[in-house]
């Protein structure tokens, strides 16, 4: 026997479009899945969406038997600008198949090691500013970690320059892309007729493109002009062949993808750090067993790149920290035939399914009475892999999941471990409760801290 899927009262023509927080849409989706639990569905203007919110149901929709990703509205927006790139190309679309077998095994492990250097000077620039500004300078950490973030991505994937930290504001590719996210979560709340009536947002959409485009057609065009024998990601997809159809990957597809990875691999990389400061400020225990770890293994020397396994604490840091705060919360599946989810719950093929990874990762039966703790123990060695499949997921699943994820793990694990080793890290305000901010990922928002550069530290 099916039993209905729950949902909030619904305005004629609008449906719920009310319920959901214009600027912190995961605010209201997990307000509803507190009051309507394991699964609720909305109506947005016609549109019908299924939200999961616990481990059970996330795990029977990482099937991929049964599910495959859907392009979720605010990713078909994405789509004016990376097109059929990895992380917005459909299911179906020959490109995906083409670029995803021609460009995984530049992120291996071993791949992701050679990369070490950059990522230190990178990292570098950041100490050196931190440094000369000195201990009573206020710092907001989102924009810094951004600057971190995009510089690496960029130097090690296209061994090009952004030099970011050589400006006052943020990169204005950094800035464009803020937008151009934002406004197309928007866009995918409001009722297409809308859209077409909103000239200066669309004005400003399409500038924003442009900028985005602008600079990776001036990467490729500078690559052409001065090959290089560096054999980076960008070289790969210039030159690399398809094993199984002898293809190569198309020029629009390369830029395509050149803004997928300059996309989707800076703003959740930077969230992720962002997020671990501010656990590890609200949890001065944490903080000094991981400060106690760094001092130990690395001391007073700069981080090399064997230390990168030598760091466990560091890990169960980060993985907790990806627990309670998934920089990209949410990911949309489909059903690819009419079916019952638990059994019980009918769900038609196509329709949205929503995976609320936020709520997932808080499920208590799971994670035990204190999901909402931030406790690194529960995700030492050994428990991590006790988990129950599936109930750590915020790096997406299966052949959709994260393409990025050794080349994020490494960045924040030499980001984390030389901030913490060379500064004493303040909140600006000790009372500051997490607040956040939203476009396709989630970071902190008004969070400001100083750091104190520790006496004798290289
Ligand atoms: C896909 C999270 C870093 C590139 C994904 C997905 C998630 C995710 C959840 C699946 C999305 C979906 O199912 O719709 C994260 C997090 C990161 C991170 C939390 C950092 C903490 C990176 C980095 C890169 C990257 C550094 C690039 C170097 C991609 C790409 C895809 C993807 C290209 C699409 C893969 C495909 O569909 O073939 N990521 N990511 N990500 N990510 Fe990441």
Same mark, same amino acid.
């Given at each position: 026997?099916?039993?209905?899927?729950?949902?909030?009262?619904?305005?004629?023509?609008?449906?719920?479009?009310?319920? *959901?927080?214009? &600027?912190?849409?995961?605010?209201?989706?997990?307000?509803?899945?507190? @009051?309507?639990?394991?699964?609720?569905?909305?109506?947005?203007?016609?549109?019908?969406?299924? =939200?999961?919110?616990?481990?059970?149901?996330?795990?029977?929709? !990482?099937?991929?038997?049964?599910?495959?990703?859907?392009?979720?509205?605010?990713?078909?927006? =994405? %789509?004016?600008? $990376?097109?059929?790139?990895?992380?917005?190309?459909?299911?179906?679309?020959?490109?995906?198949?083409? $670029?995803? %077998?021609?460009?995984?095994?530049? +992120?291996?492990?071993?791949?992701?090691?050679?990369?070490?250097?950059?990522?230190?000077?990178?990292?570098? @620039?950041?100490?050196?500013?931190?440094?000369?500004?000195?201990?009573?300078?206020?710092?907001?950490?989102?924009?810094? +970690?951004?600057?971190?973030?995009?510089?690496?991505?960029?130097?090690?994937?296209?061994?090009?320059?952004?030099?970011?930290?050589?400006?006052?504001?943020?990169?204005?590719?950094?800035?464009?892309?803020?937008?151009?996210?934002?406004?197309?979560?928007?866009? !995918?709340?409001?009722?297409?007729?809308?859209?077409?009536?909103?000239?200066?947002?669309?004005?400003?959409? @399409?500038?924003?493109?442009?900028?985005?485009?602008?600079?990776?057609?001036?990467?490729?065009?500078?690559?052409?002009?001065?090959?290089?024998?560096?054999?980076?990601? /960008?070289?790969?997809?210039?030159?690399?062949?398809?094993?199984?159809?002898?293809?190569?990957?198309?020029?629009?597809?390369?830029?395509?993808?050149?803004?997928?990875? *300059?996309?989707?691999?800076? &703003?959740?990389?930077?969230?992720?750090?962002?997020?671990?400061?501010?656990?590890?400020?609200?949890?001065?225990?944490?903080?000094?067993?991981?400060? &106690?770890?760094?001092?130990?293994?690395?001391?007073?020397?700069?981080?090399?790149?064997?230390?990168?396994?030598?760091?466990?604490?560091?890990?169960?840091?980060?993985? &907790?920290?990806?627990?309670?705060?998934?920089?990209?919360?949410?990911?949309?599946?489909?059903?690819?035939?009419?079916?019952?989810?638990?059994?019980?719950?009918?769900?038609?093929?196509?329709?949205? /399914?929503?995976?609320? =990874?936020?709520?997932?990762?808080?499920?208590?039966?799971?994670?035990?009475?204190?999901?909402?703790?931030?406790?690194?123990?529960?995700?030492?060695?050994?428990?991590?892999?006790? *988990?129950?499949?599936?109930?750590?997921?915020?790096?997406? +699943?299966?052949? %959709?999941?994260?393409?990025?994820?050794?080349?994020?793990? @490494?960045?924040?694990?030499?980001?984390?471990?030389?901030?913490?080793?060379?500064?004493?890290? =303040? *909140?600006?305000?000790?009372?500051?409760?997490?607040?956040?901010?939203?476009?396709?990922?989630?970071?902190?928002?008004?969070?400001?801290?100083?750091?104190?550069?520790?006496?004798?530290?290289?």
């Amino acid at each position: 026997m099916t039993v209905p899927i729950p949902a909030p009262p619904s305005i004629p023509f609008i449906g719920n479009v009310t319920a *959901l927080d214009k &600027e912190l849409p995961i605010k209201s989706f997990n307000l509803l899945a507190d @009051q309507y639990g394991e699964i609720y569905q909305l109506n947005l203007a016609g549109r019908m969406l299924v =939200v999961v919110n616990t481990h059970e149901l996330v795990a029977e929709v !990482s099937d991929e038997k049964r599910f495959m990703k859907k392009i979720s509205p605010g990713l078909l927006e =994405v %789509r004016n600008a $990376a097109g059929d790139g990895l992380f917005t190309a459909h299911p179906d679309e020959p490109n995906w198949h083409l $670029a995803h %077998r021609i460009l995984m095994p530049a +992120f291996s492990t071993m791949n992701v090691r050679n990369m070490f250097d950059d990522m230190m000077d990178i990292t570098s @620039q950041l100490i050196m500013k931190w440094d000369r500004f000195g201990p009573n300078h206020l710092i907001d950490p989102a924009s810094d +970690f951004t600057k971190i973030t995009l510089d690496a991505l960029s130097l090690c994937t296209m061994s090009y320059r952004l030099n970011s930290f050589y400006l006052e504001d943020a990169h204005p590719f950094a800035k464009a892309m803020g937008d151009f996210l934002g406004e197309s979560g928007h866009r !995918s709340m409001r009722p297409g007729f809308m859209n077409t009536v909103m000239y200066n947002q669309n004005a400003k959409f @399409q500038q924003d493109r442009a900028t985005m485009l602008n600079l990776v057609d001036d990467i490729l065009v500078n690559r052409k002009e001065h090959p290089s024998d560096k054999k980076d990601l /960008l070289h790969l997809m210039m030159t690399g062949k398809d094993k199984e159809t002898g293809l190569g990957l198309p020029d629009d597809n390369i830029k395509f993808n050149l803004l997928t990875f *300059l996309i989707a691999g800076h &703003e959740t990389t930077s969230g992720m750090l962002t997020f671990s400061l501010y656990y590890l400020l609200k949890n001065p225990e944490a903080m000094r067993r991981l400060r &106690e770890e760094i001092d130990e293994k690395i001391g007073d020397r700069p981080m090399v790149v064997e230390d990168v396994h030598k760091l466990p604490y560091l890990l169960a840091v980060m993985r &907790e920290v990806l627990r309670l705060s998934p920089s990209a919360p949410m990911r949309t599946v489909a059903p690819l035939e009419d079916t019952l989810l638990k059994g019980k719950y009918a769900v038609q093929k196509d329709i949205s /399914l929503t995976v609320n =990874v936020a709520a997932a990762h808080r499920d208590p039966k799971v994670y035990g009475p204190d999901p909402e703790k931030f406790r690194p123990e529960r995700m030492m060695d050994g428990k991590f892999q006790a *988990l129950p499949a599936n109930a750590w997921q915020p790096f997406g +699943f299966g052949m %959709r999941g994260c393409i990025g994820r050794p080349f994020a793990w @490494q960045e924040v694990q030499i980001v984390l471990a030389t901030v913490l080793q060379r500064f004493d890290i =303040v *909140l600006q305000d000790p009372a500051y409760e997490l607040q956040l901010k939203q476009t396709l990922t989630i970071k902190p928002k008004n969070f400001y801290i100083r750091a104190i550069p520790r006496a004798g530290k290289p």
